[in-house]
């Protein structure tokens, strides 16, 4: 039996475990992960967070998706771990620090009258670099050449022309989307698009078949973002290993990162998502992008190993 809490950032919701003071043997987590993980026979969540000891940092957090694969990095999960932290494991010494995606960040906690209210965390440089994202931008049709500010920037595949064709109005559907795919990574990969009414895009369609292209040897997480103001943008979401969601931390920050570059979003900027709002800040010096939003418990359990 293990004990979990059930937390989740503007509806992107988690299972966490804390193994900080585990000594019995692990589990076969990724395969806990998909069990769980179902709505209809499990818990129900976008992800599996399991905290453990670090040597160098409050607590190492890994990410399982529902389908049990590796989630690499998770703003929301990271919150979520924060706020675990700082009320079940008292961690209130100020700043903390949480291995996650293979790195450390920092993570500030946000507290009104003692309590936990958001947390702001430092997601670290976006990647910009076509090997480390990854995506085979060699491989689109036409070839994605190097650009002087650094986006990779990909034509949409030929084989989404006639759906394209329906989303961006010619079928009815409104959504006019711009055929062009911004590729960044923050700590996982991100595929971005710009359209006028997100809303109708059909997600579940459309988010699959982007997330497992060729183009992305990993996969991607997917998003359907219109710009609402130079201040404020507009999001939905389809994740890798987990369908649409409510909220993406990481997708966030690579949205403001796509639409800094290409001057449609002014370096801080509120990212509206399903759930409600994250503000992104991303820094001149040292080029760090910072996310700010809330987490929250919503119950605790016990559950078969």
């Known amino acids: 039996m293990l004990d979990f809490v059930k937390y989740h950032g503007l509806g ?6 804390d193994r900080l003071d585990a000594r019995d043997r692990s589990p076969a987590w990724g395969s806990l992960a998909r069990a769980w993980c179902d709505r209809r026979t499990g818990i129900g969540a976008d992800g599996l967070l ?12 890994s990410i399982y998706n ?19 932290l700082f009320e079940r494991r008292q961690r209130r010494h100020g700043a903390l620090r949480l291995r996650a995606g293979g790195r450390v960040v920092g993570v500030e906690p946000r507290i009104e009258g003692g309590r936990f209210i958001a947390a702001s965390v430092d997601m670290g440089e976006p990647i910009l670099e076509p090997d480390r ?4 931008a060699d491989a689109a049709v036409p070839p994605s050449t190097p650009s ?13 022309a006639e759906a394209w064709s329906t989303w961006s109005g010619a079928g009815g559907s409104g959504a006019g989307l ?5 590729c960044v990574s923050m700590g996982n990969p991100h595929a971005v698009l710009f ?21 992305f040897p990993a996969r991607t997480n997917v998003h359907f973002v219109r710009i609402d103001s130079p201040a404020g943008a507009t999001m939905r979401t389809w994740e890798r290993g987990a369908g649409a969601t409510l909220a993406c931390g990481t997708g966030a920050c690579a949205v ?3 639409a800094a570059i290409e001057g449609k979003l002014e370096r801080i900027a509120t990212i509206r998502v399903p759930g409600g709002e994250l503000h992104i800040r991303w820094a001149q010096q040292p080029g760090h992008v910072f996310m700010t939003g809330p987490a929250t418990e919503v119950f605790r359990g016990v559950i078969d190993a």
């Open 148 to 160: 002087r500010d650094g986006l990779v920037r990909l034509a949409l595949p030929a084989e989404f």
């Open 178 to 182: 711009d055929p062009v795919i911004r």
């Open 133 to 136: 994202i990854p995506v085979r």
């Open 12 to 17: 992107n919701d988690f299972i966490l475990v």
């Open 66 to 84: 529902p389908d049990g694969t590796d989630g690499g990095m998770c703003g929301n999960g990271i919150r979520c771990a924060a706020r675990h």
């Open 256 to 258: 403001l990162v796509a």
């Open 195 to 215: 359209c006028e009414n997100p809303e109708r895009v059909p997600l579940d369609a459309a988010g699959p078949k982007l997330e497992t292209h060729e183009l």
């Open 50 to 61: 399991l905290l453990e000891p670090d040597d160098d940092a409050d607590a190492r957090l």
